[in-house]
């Protein structure tokens, strides 16, 4: 929810400048909305704060069939990089996918492009098709963002085919996940 609403104001600059959230950590041990835990591990949230509040930061902005790209850029200047897209199902059945130049306006939030996934999601049922998006500079991925028409719990997730095996050897214990 932290990283939506703030994904949100990051791409109304100028209207909104900035956005902080509270509460950074918590001050005895206790199951809270906090980035930093009591003994001072970071939370899910603050690995996820480090991503939307990136100096250049993906979001995307969806609204039914239609999903917005944009780049919110808190360089003093300009960003170029490239984007890389792909509408694909849940089993990794690629739709429709591109690449294309990217390039951002110093201190702005620049929309890069407007998707309109209509036709596919007629074709398609929308449980069971993800937008996916990443910025790059160069060869590096520098952020990566993920797009549902229907919300999570409707999804038509695959069951994995998942093997383990557990090994141990002293005081250490080993799980290969395949």
């Given at each position: 929810a932290i990283?939506?609403?703030?994904?949100?104001?990051?791409?109304n600059f100028p209207r909104c400048s900035g956005a902080l959230?509270?509460?950074?950590?918590?001050?005895?041990?206790?199951?809270?909305?906090?980035?930093?835990?009591?003994?001072?591990?970071?939370?899910?949230?603050?690995?996820?704060?480090r991503r939307f509040?990136?100096?250049?930061?993906?979001?995307?902005?969806?609204?039914?069939?239609?999903?917005?790209?944009?780049?919110?850029?808190?360089?003093?200047?300009?960003?170029?990089?490239t984007l890389h897209w792909t509408l694909e199902t849940l089993d990794g059945e690629k739709i429709d996918t591109?690449?294309?130049?990217?390039k951002a306006e110093p201190l702005r939030s620049t929309c890069l492009k407007?998707?309109?996934?209509?036709?596919?999601?007629?074709?398609h049922s929308k449980t069971n098709l993800i937008f996916t998006a990443a910025l790059y500079e160069g060869e590096r991925r520098?952020?990566?963002?993920?797009?549902?028409?229907?919300?999570?719990k409707e999804l038509l997730l695959p069951i994995p085919d998942l093997e383990w095996t557990l090994t141990g050897e002293g005081d250490t214990l080993t799980i290969t996940l395949t």
């Open positions: 990283r939506i609403g703030v994904e949100h104001w990051r791409r959230y509270w509460q950074y950590n918590d001050c005895w041990p206790v199951a809270s909305w906090a980035s930093v835990d009591y003994n001072g591990a970071w939370k899910a949230l603050h690995y996820a704060a509040y990136a100096t250049v930061a993906l979001s995307l902005l969806d609204e039914g069939s239609k999903v917005g790209v944009f780049v919110a850029n808190d360089k003093t200047q300009p960003w170029t990089g591109g690449i294309m130049e990217a407007q998707f309109d996934f209509d036709s596919q999601l007629k074709a520098i952020a990566w963002q993920i797009a549902t028409f229907a919300p999570e």
